[in-house]
C-alpha cells in the first residue's frame, strides 16, 4: 500500500511568516501534485511535478520533488490571510489502459493570521 | 462554463439504507473519478470511469458502486450504509483516461452523514 505522509498536520502563524509543509513516503511515485482545499470545495490543482529534483515556483510558492521521487516540499514565502486552506500532496500512480489515479496525504491545514 | 457539479450537496442517512451520489462532469469531459475524504484525511480513491467503462476501483467494498451514463454523467451508489461511509463524497472529471498531461477538476463535493 502507498502510503503519502505530511508534516505538519496544523499550523497556525503570523501573517509574513515563511513556512515550509513536507510530503513524504517509502513508495516511488512517476509524479507528486500539489492541491489547496478551502471549506466547503473540491481540491484545487496547484502544480505537477514529474522529475526528481524538480523545482517549481508559481509567486510565492516553491515546490520541490526529491531526488528519489518519494518525497516533497512545498515552501512559502511572505504567507498571507489568502493562503489559508487545506494543502494535500498527491502521488499519482500509474494504471496504463486503467489510467491514472492519486493517493492522497492526509494534508496540512494552513491558518495565516492578519 | 460549468465546472464539475455534484448533487445533492449535503445528505443525512440512517445506517442500512442506500445512497445514491450525483455527478456532472464538465462538458466535454469524458472521464469521471470518485474519491472519498473522511473528516481529518486526504480524499481516497474509490472508482474511474471512462466511455461508460469502469477503469479503476480502489480498495473498498462491494457495496460501493458506480456507473457512467452515455451523457457522461455518473451516479456513485453505497448499499447497506455504515457509520463509517461518513464523509465528504468528490466527483473529478477530465477530458480523457486521466493522466497527469492533463488538469484534473473536483466537484464541491456531496457530504453524507449516517446516523
Known amino acids: 500500500t502507498q502510503l503519502l505522509e505530511q508534516s505538519p498536520q496544523f499550523l497556525s502563524i503570523q501573517e509574513g511568516e515563511n513556512l515550509t509543509v513536507y510530503c513524504n513516503s517509502s513508495?516511488?511515485?512517476?509524479?507528486l501534485q500539489w492541491y489547496r482545499q478551502e471549506p466547503g470545495e473540491g481540491p484545487v490543482l496547484l502544480v505537477t511535478?514529474?522529475?526528481?529534483?524538480e523545482v517549481k515556483k508559481l509567486k510565492r510558492l516553491t515546490f520541490q520533488f526529491g531526488d528519489a521521487r518519494k518525497d516533497s516540499s512545498l515552501h512559502i514565502t511572505a504567507a498571507q490571510p489568502g493562503d489559508t486552506g487545506l494543502y494535500l500532496c498527491?502521488?499519482?500512480?500509474?494504471?496504463?489502459?486503467?489510467?491514472?489515479?492519486?493517493?492522497f496525504g492526509a494534508g496540512t491545514i494552513l491558518r495565516v493570521k492578519s | 462554463d460549468a465546472g464539475v457539479t455534484q448533487s445533492p450537496t449535503h445528505l443525512i442517512k440512517t445506517r442500512g439504507q442506500h445512497v445514491t451520489l450525483r455527478c456532472s462532469p464538465i462538458?466535454?469531459?469524458?472521464?469521471v473519478s470518485w474519491y472519498q475524504q473522511v473528516l481529518g484525511q486526504g480524499p481516497q480513491f474509490i472508482f474511474q470511469?471512462?466511455?461508460?467503462?469502469?477503469?479503476g476501483r480502489g480498495n473498498f467494498p462491494d457495496r460501493f458502486s458506480a456507473r457512467q451514463f452515455p451523457n457522461y454523467s455518473s451516479e456513485l451508489n453505497v448499499n447497506a450504509l455504515l457509520l463509517g461511509d461518513s464523509a465528504l463524497y468528490l466527483c473529478?472529471?477530465?477530458?480523457?483516461?486521466?493522466?497527469?498531461?492533463?488538469?484534473?477538476?473536483f466537484g464541491s463535493g456531496t457530504q453524507l452523514s449516517v446516523l
Open positions: 473529478a472529471s477530465s477530458l480523457f483516461l486521466w493522466s497527469t498531461n492533463e488538469k484534473l477538476f
Open positions: 513508495s516511488v511515485f512517476s509524479s
Open positions: 511535478v514529474v522529475t526528481g529534483g
Open positions: 498527491a502521488g499519482v500512480t500509474a494504471g496504463g489502459e486503467y489510467g491514472n489515479k492519486l493517493v
Open positions: 462538458s466535454g469531459h469524458k472521464s
Open positions: 470511469y471512462y466511455e461508460k467503462e469502469e477503469r
